[in-house]
């Protein structure tokens, strides 16, 4: 019975090890991936990756239409940033014309402050600054003698002599207040009109006096040529006195007035 069972097993052992003579061995089976099947899935996930092998190979595929829409998206950003820079560039140019257009305003400004300033001190000077005249018309006079100059009848001559016919005008040669008229030794009839506190102007040998006192304006007739006094012929001896000090005429009223004797 032994006998029995120890070649019952080695029979089965020996036809699980050893194929049967004359049978064919089947190929054995290669393991593959599984693949989820939910909803149609694998066949996304193979799209995919067929697309990706493309890409990669330098196939051409078409994207469809997300793509396409991401290229006009694109383009719009685009004319988007470039309506933005153009904006930006016309806010810069409008900024700038603003700020030309603002120191322009401010320059004229100024221009029209000095110029009132100026005109001001114009009229303040024009003002204060006395009235100037001719004591003689232009062409009736001759000068005959100059401030310091020499002759037989004096060594310095500290006025200016103007000699004009007997009777000829004489007017007020500034805007001032007469002072004295009258008989003045060798000087004969005489007007002296002071200008202001440090400034008087003589004028000597009338043959009458219009203006005895009170203020004048220049040119204002105050008297008529004569050769009164210590005199060689008719004329108008005119000096000016600053300071306490004779200074020469000519001078004075050209420098006071623009006016050429």
């Known amino acids: 019975m032994s006998n029995g069972r120890h070649a019952a097993g080695k029979h089965r052992r020996s036809a699980v090890a050893v194929p049967q003579s004359g049978r064919h061995r089947l190929p054995r089976p290669v393991n593959r991936p599984r693949i989820p099947r939910t909803n149609g899935a694998p066949l996304a996930v193979v799209g ?3 697309m990706g092998t493309a890409a990669v190979a330098g196939v051409h595929t078409d994207t469809g239409p997300s793509l396409r829409i991401g290229d006009a998206s694109t383009a719009e950003m685009s004319a988007i ?3 933005r820079a153009r904006e930006a560039e016309r806010a810069s140019r409008d900024q700038e014309r603003a ?12 221009k029209q402050e000095a110029l009132k300033k ?6 303040k000077a024009e ?4 009235k100037f005249a001719l004591p003689l018309a232009k062409g009736v006079y001759d000068i005959t003698a100059r401030f310091w100059s020499s002759s037989a009848l004096w060594k310095r001559h500290g006025a200016l002599d103007m000699a004009a016919p007997t009777g000829t005008p004489v007017r007020a040669p500034v805007d001032g207040v007469v002072t004295q008229a009258g008989w003045l030794g060798s000087c004969g009839y005489s007007i002296e009109i ?13 043959s009458s006096i219009v203006r005895r006192s009170g203020t004048v304006k220049a040119g204002e007739i105050i008297g008529r040529v ?11 001896h005119m000096e000016v ?8 005429v000519e001078t004075w009223m050209k420098d006071n007035s623009g006016l050429i004797l």
């Open 48 to 50: 995919v990756a067929l």
């Open 81 to 83: 940033n470039a309506d």
């Open 99 to 110: 700020k030309l257009e603002e120191l322009q305003k401010q320059a004229e400004q100024r």
């Open 118 to 123: 100026a005109e001001e001190a114009r009229r």
């Open 127 to 130: 003002a204060a600054r006395s």
């Open 194 to 206: 002071r200008v202001n506190s440090t400034t008087k102007i003589l004028l000597c040998h009338f």
């Open 226 to 236: 004569g050769s009164t006094g210590r005199s060689t012929g008719p004329h108008l």
């Open 241 to 248: 006195e600053a300071n306490g000090k004779s200074v020469n």
